[in-house]
């Protein structure tokens, strides 16, 4: 492996990564060199542990309710004490809640905003801190192609994952005279679980196809490595950024 893509001797955080899009970073960090915290709400899925050990590397899982901030504290300290160091957060936990916007609720709009936009803040901020002392550190936010555009029936989840695109680039100028850099990743239609609960449904699959035009579905894998690549050296001239991968989708917005 070239030098610059390696993260030997790395310490990463997850959030959400017991499965799906976090899981796969997890592992394509792991991949990379780097040692890994995986977080889940609840009791930590072992299956991310296991496939990081399975590559090599050491893991250990931390569950913590990033909906209450006493939890985030608890959760960048044991990251950091559990390896004694932190050189890499990846803020991709999240939540989505789907309704009209004439019928949304304060109480879905309340819990999306929080555990999408304010969590991901506070993170920022306990791991910039943290990076400022140990002089180095990396930051990656989980944004969404509904950073840029609008959605249907998702107005909180659309608002806190453009408020996430934003806080990325505040949060990059702030620390790029410290060499700490701050981007995001916005997948489109990725393979998950959540889009595996409309993948029955023919109609709405062939929507989405059409929408897109490599033709196909994104692989949690293809997410996880673009992560990888903004962890590494080799985008050490890359900060505030947002890296759409969709497929093409944005791209076909401006076909005239």
């Known amino acids: 492996m070239n030098d610059s893509f390696s993260l030997d001797g790395k310490v990463a955080l997850v959030t959400g990564s017991a499965r799906g899009i976090g899981a796969a970073v997890a592992c394509a960090l792991a991949a990379a060199g780097a040692d890994i ?33 006493t939890e985030q504290d608890r959760l960048l300290a044991g990251a950091v004490g559990a390896f004694g160091r932190l050189d890499i957060l990846v803020n991709n936990a ?7 916007a004439a019928e949304h609720s304060d109480d879905d709009w309340d819990a999306v905003l929080e555990l999408d936009l304010s969590s991901v803040f506070r ?25 840029f555009q609008g ?42 679980d959540m889009l595996r609960g409309v993948a029955s449904d023919e109609a709405a699959m062939r929507m989405v196809m059409s929408r897109t035009p490599l033709g196909r579905i994104g692989d949690t ?36």
């Open 94 to 100: 999240g939540i989505i809640r789907r309704a009209a």
């Open 37 to 69: 915290v995986v977080h889940g709400r609840d009791s930590v899925d072992s299956v991310t542990v296991s496939q990081v050990r399975a590559l090599g590397r050491k893991a250990v899982a931390i569950d913590a309710d990033l909906a209450e901030r």
């Open 151 to 192: 959605g249907i029936r998702v107005p909180a989840y659309a608002a806190a994952k453009g408020g996430v695109a934003q806080l990325t680039k505040a949060a990059a100028l702030a620390l790029a005279p410290h060499s700490i850099r701050v981007n995001a990743v916005g997948p489109g239609s990725i393979m998950t």
């Open 123 to 147: 993170l920022c901020r306990l791991a910039g801190r943290h990076f400022l002392e140990q002089g180095s550190g990396k930051i990656v936010n989980m944004a969404s192609l509904l950073a």
């Open 221 to 256: 894998r293809e997410v996880g490595d673009v992560v990888a690549f903004l962890a590494s050296n080799k985008s050490s001239y890359i900060t505030g950024e947002t890296i759409y991968i969709d497929g093409g989708r944005l791209a076909l917005n401006y076909t005239v």
